[in-house]
């Protein structure tokens, strides 16, 4: 299985909105609405920011937002805050009983 | 509030065998909603998905893992445990532990994370 696609890097400044794609295939993003999204500070455990695709966890902030369309699925963060600079992952279960993370995002606040 | 924390040795000789307990508190390992998970993070490098286990024992391994990987349960420690044998250099990693939902396979919480170093 091979990791989902994410662009290595995503910058913004405060208060802008950014987006992070993940790409996959029909057979883990496309297939099943599975999305997770996970923020990691550096040398820090990765914490839950959006599952199931657009759900949020009780705690997190409605500036994360989570779609999909057909094998992509995005991260949306609005109102880019300096705390929010950290990398991101997104995570999709692939059918067979499986599970793919992306390849990571380095989000960058001006 | 669920913690997990992550213990073990960290620095395993190469080919022989990595062995790493996660110990959940404050709730009790034997749910039927969630799978406990292991993942690990190469220096510098992404998220890979090593596997998961249910209570009872059953489980999912990642395929390019597989042989090389045995999970395990201890209800009465409220306990799970990971062995990675025959171990090289590219197993170097901070291996995490987590609570996986078994509908969704999210993952949380998650364990603070271990570096394992494999070098002679």
């Known amino acids: 299985q091979s990791a989902l696609t994410q662009p290595a890097s995503v910058s913004g400044s405060p208060g802008q909105s950014i987006t992070i794609s993940c790409t996959g295939t029909s057979s883990d993003v496309g297939g099943y609405n599975y999305v997770s999204w996970y923020q990691q500070h550096p040398g820090k455990a990765p914490k839950l920011m959006i599952y199931?695709?657009?759900h949020r966890p009780s705690g997190i902030s409605n500036r994360f937002s989570g779609s999909k369309s057909g094998n992509t699925a995005s991260l949306t963060i609005s109102g880019l805050q300096p705390e929010d600079e950290a990398d991101y992952y997104c995570s999709s279960y692939t059918g067979l009983s499986t599970l793919v993370f992306g390849t990571g995002t380095m989000v960058t606040v001006l | 509030q669920l913690q997990l924390q992550e213990s073990g040795p960290g620095l395993v000789k190469p080919s022989e065998t990595l062995s790493l307990t996660c110990t959940v508190s404050g709730g009790s390992i034997r749910n039927n909603t969630f799978y406990w998970g292991w993942i690990r993070q190469p220096p510098g490098k992404g998220l890979e998905w090593i596997g998961n286990i249910f209570y009872s024992g059953s489980g999912y391994y990642n395929p390019s893992l597989k042989s090389r990987v045995t999970l395990s349960v201890d209800t009465s420690k409220n306990q799970f445990s990971l062995r990675l044998n025959s171990v090289t250099a590219a197993d170097t990693a901070v291996y995490y532990c987590?609570?996986?939902?078994?509908?969704?396979?999210?993952?949380?919480?998650w364990g603070q994370g271990t570096l394992v170093i494999v070098s002679s």
């Open positions: 199931d695709v657009s």
């Open positions: 987590a609570r996986q939902f078994w509908a969704g396979w999210w993952f949380d919480p």
